[in-house]
């Protein structure tokens, strides 16, 4: 069983930058694919960006491109989501998970075998 917490959310002002961050409790955590999806209000969750185990092979969402990026640090646990130029449409609770099932984890949800708690993010415009 591993456990993820998301840290890092907030309330910050449209272009301004926040770094989310999900620490996991197990020492294998190099074992996992991370990533980070989010759902915004009313809406499903989506897959915002993923990283393989040792943090050298990434993607992300078509939306985030070029302001977010997520890394990871094993020796910590910690898997972090960079967001830069926030807009108003990142509002959202966002979820790390990991899954031990893939290289690098996939955008469906089925895929990951544990999930955090959850941070909340909101943009003012």
């Known amino acids: 069983q591993v456990q993820l917490v998301e840290s890092g959310g907030g309330l910050v002002q449209a272009g301004a930058s926040l770094r989310l961050s999900c620490a996991a409790s197990k020492r294998t955590f190099s074992n996992y694919a991370m990533s980070w999806f989010r759902q915004g209000p009313g809406k499903d969750r989506e897959f915002v960006a993923a990283?393989?185990?040792?943090?050298?092979?990434?993607y992300y969402r078509d939306s985030v491109k070029g302001r977010f990026t997520i890394s990871r640090d094993n020796a910590q646990m910690t898997v972090y989501l960079q967001m830069n130029n926030v807009k108003p449409e990142d509002t959202a609770v966002y979820f790390c998970?990991?899954?031990?099932?893939?290289?690098?984890?996939?955008?469906?949800?089925?895929?990951?075998?544990?999930w955090g708690q959850g941070t909340q993010v909101t943009v003012s415009s």
């Open positions: 990283i393989n185990w040792n943090g050298d092979n990434e």
């Open positions: 998970a990991a899954t031990s099932r893939y290289y690098i984890g996939t955008s469906y949800e089925k895929d990951y075998d544990y």
